[in-house]
């Protein structure tokens, strides 16, 4: 079975200050891993995905994440937030082979961006 | 804007109503996707439809009965519902052909509130 960890339930950061949201993974099986991002009162929008190939993904808005099997994680990072990133950010994980995209997600990361 | 549409934005109903959500998608994606989003928690998934066939049920109780009429379509019909049911249902399609590393669509979600 896979399970993701998102150990930070809210990060308040100031604008134009970088920013690391951190995800961890379990799974005795290859995985994809993705970034969700949920703006209030919205749906759920793609920010980026780790299929293979290269560790560093880049994403929408300016974010980007970095693949490390080792440690198992997949943390997310912006150099220089905006007031506008303020949302709830949620990692999440699908295992590779699956009939359909069966998506086991993190508890959410609140991102809440000061001036 | 979302390519996935789903009606109503907001519904509130009585414990002995009858209601219906409704979903649809005209990307021709093969799989969509009933999710349950309580606050401040991450999206539950509850049913999978592939090729308009029911494909995972998530043991959700049956006074949650989904529809999948066409390829287009997806419906949630809601009877004899719980105060607890209150939450925000959300919609998702995704295309059937790369499985499970093709990210989810989803739609800005309906506001259940069960009175």
């Known amino acids: 079975a896979q399970s993701v960890t998102q150990l930070d339930s809210q990060v308040p950061v100031f604008e134009e200050a970088p920013v690391e949201l951190r995800c961890n993974y379990s799974?005795?099986?290859?995985?994809?891993l993705f970034w969700y991002v949920q703006y209030p009162n919205q749906g759920l929008q793609l920010l980026l995905k780790?299929?293979?190939?290269?560790?560093l993904v880049k994403g929408i808005n300016g974010f980007e994440a970095e693949f490390n099997k080792s440690q198992t994680s997949f943390h997310l990072r912006k150099p220089s937030v905006h007031i506008s990133d303020t949302a709830e950010y949620f990692c999440?994980?699908?295992?590779?082979?699956?009939?359909?995209?069966?998506?086991?997600f993190g508890t959410g990361t609140l991102l809440a961006v000061q001036p | 804007d979302t390519e996935v549409t789903q009606t109503p934005k907001h519904l509130v109903m009585g414990m002995t109503n009858k209601k219906s959500l409704k979903c649809e998608q005209h990307?021709?994606?093969?799989?969509m996707y009933w999710y349950k989003q309580k606050a401040k928690k991450p999206p539950e998934l509850m049913f999978v439809?592939?090729?308009?066939?029911?494909?995972i049920n998530e043991s959700v109780p049956s006074r949650f009965s989904p529809e999948c009429p066409n390829s287009s379509l997806l419906n949630l019909h809601l009877h004899a519902l719980q105060p607890e049911d209150s939450a925000l249902y959300l919609c998702a399609s995704s295309p059937l052909d790369r499985t499970a590393s093709s990210p989810l669509h989803f739609g800005n979600g309906t506001r259940l509130t069960v009175t």
């Open positions: 439809y592939s090729y308009e066939k029911l494909s």
């Open positions: 799974s005795s099986v290859s995985v994809y």
């Open positions: 990307m021709g994606h093969r799989a």
């Open positions: 999440a994980v699908s295992r590779t082979g699956g009939a359909t995209n069966k998506l086991i």
């Open positions: 780790y299929l293979s190939g290269s560790t």
